[in-house]
């Protein structure tokens, strides 16, 4: 897993580009405030897939889903952030759709697993219980 706790926070150019596409073009932050945004997000990133590794848990899979996450900020009481996450998770599934068209749709496991197609997994090696 990681080694310093500095690993765990989410790539400053990630955060600085989200930070710009969220606030209006005449709007600066300072370094301090990018700093700080940088290590809530990680902090609630790491919050959230913690919640979601137990419920993957719970169903005896290693692997994290996109029903993982919301229902983990069901449980986390981030009701807000739900109707959004699963708008773009559709968006999303329908872009890897229109993308294989022409090629495999399904992996054979996907199939046998019942893995929706376009669903991105996260392997969930360690829980963040162990972090």
């Known amino acids: 897993m990681a080694e310093k706790?500095?690993?765990l926070n989410l790539p400053n150019a990630s955060v600085q580009k989200i930070i710009k596409e969220a606030l209006p073009d005449n709007v600066n932050i300072g370094k301090d405030a990018r700093s700080a945004l940088?290590?809530?997000?990680?902090?609630?990133?790491?919050?959230?897939?913690s919640?979601?590794?137990n419920e993957a848990q719970k169903a005896d899979r290693k692997t994290l889903t996109g029903q993982d996450i919301i229902k983990a900020l069901e449980?986390?009481?981030f009701?807000?952030?739900?109707e959004p996450l699963q708008e773009v998770l559709k968006e999303f599934k329908n872009s890897k759709t229109k993308k294989s068209k022409?090629?495999?749709?399904?992996?054979?496991?996907e199939e046998e697993n019942g893995i929706e197609e376009g669903e991105e997994e996260i392997e969930a090696e360690e829980t963040m219980e162990d972090v």
Request: aromatic share 10%; hydrophobic share 35%; net charge negative.
């Open 38 to 49: 940088s290590r809530a997000a990680s902090v609630f990133v790491l919050y959230i897939t």
């Open 5 to 7: 706790l500095e690993d």
């Open 51 to 53: 919640q979601a590794s």
């Open 102 to 109: 022409g090629s495999k749709t399904t992996k054979p496991n």
């Open 75 to 77: 449980e986390l009481e």
């Open 79 to 82: 009701e807000n952030f739900i």
